[in-house]
């Protein structure tokens, strides 16, 4: 099983739509999550953290935390096709004695007007 | 200093060559990261620095690779007699202490991009 998994998609919606991208992880332990957008040869960049259970709204960007499901998702409002990009979740894991973040593979969002 | 800046953005070397890449992380930021990412996978981590201090080194990291981060400033990633799977975009990443409620996430560079022919 893999620490962080994601379903690689494509997932495509119609433009002014909600695309919902979900995430599982295995280490219980895991205290905080966080949401990376990565655009085609860019690097990732930081959309939403959250660390508690429920719901963190940040503009167009829900991010949702069930710890005891071991399951983050991101909702993305009124999809834009500048919203076209790859999205990674990420969760730190503790191990070594130290906290690292460790990357899903990744869900490729296309949003098409 | 507006971010994470790493050099060179591109390296196309030999086979068995060595590389050197260098990371400049946002001045106020202690933590420094070394990630590696593959087409089509996320950001597999390598190691870790806290200052000066290497503090992990992941099983990925043969021993024909070696960072630094000398005066817990800058960090440079060295491989070492490059092989073709090395290629990859390695991209380093920093941040401040967590806090009690959770860690900061992590800004990264542009990355690398290594290709070994």
């Known amino acids: 099983q893999k620490e962080v998994e994601q379903n690689s998609g494509p997932l495509s919606v119609p433009e002014g739509a909600i695309a919902s991208l979900n995430c599982t992880y295995s280490?219980?332990?895991?205290?905080?999550f966080f949401w990376y957008r990565q655009y085609s040869g860019k690097s990732p960049e930081l959309i939403m953290f959250?660390?508690?259970?429920g719901d963190k709204e940040d503009g167009r960007f829900t991010a949702q935390l069930n710890k005891a499901s071991q399951y983050v998702s991101l909702l993305i409002r009124d999809s834009q096709p500048s919203d076209s990009a790859t999205y990674l979740c990420?969760?730190?894991?503790?191990?070594?004695?130290?906290?690292?973040?460790?990357f899903g593979a990744g869900t490729r969002l296309a949003v098409h007007p | 200093d507006t971010g994470v800046s790493q050099d060179p953005r591109h390296k196309i070397t030999k086979r068995g060559q060595n590389v050197t890449f260098r990371c400049d992380p946002i001045?106020?930021?202690?933590?420094l990261y070394w990630y590696r990412q593959t087409l089509g996978q996320g950001p597999e981590f390598l190691t870790y620095?806290?200052?000066?201090?290497?503090?992990?080194k992941s099983r990925l990291l043969s021993d024909r690779f070696s960072a630094e981060r000398p005066k817990g400033s800058f960090s440079t990633l060295e491989i070492q007699r490059t092989e073709q799977g090395d290629s990859a975009m390695y991209l380093c990443?920093?941040?401040?202490?967590?806090?009690?409620?959770?860690?900061?996430?992590?800004?990264f560079g542009s990355g690398t991009r290594l290709t070994v022919v």
């Open positions: 990420a969760v730190t894991m503790f191990s070594g004695g130290y906290n690292k973040l460790i």
């Open positions: 959250i660390y508690s259970n």
């Open positions: 280490d219980r332990g895991s205290q905080s």
């Open positions: 620095f806290q200052n000066e201090a290497q503090l992990e």
């Open positions: 990443a920093s941040s401040p202490e967590g806090t009690g409620m959770g860690d900061y996430g992590y800004t």
């Open positions: 001045s106020e930021h202690n933590r």
